[in-house]
């Protein structure tokens, strides 16, 4: 089974994340995608960052039922910070039957270069990117291991949401209705 690993802090999840997810799991031959949610650093905590399992929890209620998708909370209990080529050798001994693949938006790509041991992701892991609009692919676009998918885009950022929670305005529609009935019942980012 081969796992696309979608890494973000989901600060809250919102369509944009699951439409990326959604296309690569089934649009691809990925056979399922993990949304691994990433830690806060004990060290230093970010005002606007909502605790890992508040937003584990949004990202399981944004997912619903889907048997191609799912969250993973396999960061919160690694060394910190998490970098993703540590995760991966920890996620291939805890799952010896499953290949992983990465999940990234180009702008990520681009700077793939400073990501520790890149060389080594890129020759180990499939990499599927999605284009993002202003973002020139990099050179390691042409790598046998990268495969560019075109898949639709939605303007929005978790910054834009809490924004909108934080002066009072709508988020409907911009997160699933499970999130948005969460948020509106909740105070997290008021
Ligand atoms: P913030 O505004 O807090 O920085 P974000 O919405 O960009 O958050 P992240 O949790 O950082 O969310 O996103 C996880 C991954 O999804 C990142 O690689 C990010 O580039 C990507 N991403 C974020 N928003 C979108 C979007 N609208 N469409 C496609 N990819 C997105």
Redesign the pocket.
């Known amino acids: 089974m081969k796992v696309g690993l979608?890494?973000?802090?989901?600060?809250p999840i919102?369509v944009?994340?699951l439409?990326?997810a959604n296309h690569m799991a089934t649009h691809t031959d990925l056979d399922r995608v993990w949304m691994v949610v990433s830690p806060q650093n004990p060290l230093k905590p970010k005002k606007s960052l909502a605790r890992d399992y508040d937003r584990l929890h949004l990202v399981r209620l944004g997912i619903g039922e889907n048997l191609r998708i799912e969250a993973s909370n396999v960061e919160f209990d690694l060394p910190q910070p998490s970098y993703t080529v540590d995760t991966l050798a920890f996620l291939q001994e805890k799952y010896p039957d499953k290949t992983f693949a990465l999940i990234?938006?180009g702008?990520?790509l681009a700077s793939l270069h400073l990501w520790k041991n890149y060389e080594h992701l890129l020759e180990n892991f499939d990499i599927y990117v999605?284009q993002?609009p202003g973002v020139d692919l990099s050179s390691f676009a042409s790598h046998p291991r990268v495969r560019v998918e075109t898949a639709p885009?939605?303007?929005?950022?978790?910054?834009?949401i809490r924004d909108c929670i934080r002066e009072g305005k709508s988020i409907r529609y911009l997160v699933p209705e499970a999130v948005y009935n969460y948020l509106e019942a909740n105070t997290l980012y008021r």
Do not use: Q
């Open positions: 979608f890494f973000g802090s989901f600060n919102h944009g994340h439409i990326i990234m938006g702008d990520n999605y993002r885009l939605l303007d929005i950022s978790a910054t834009y």
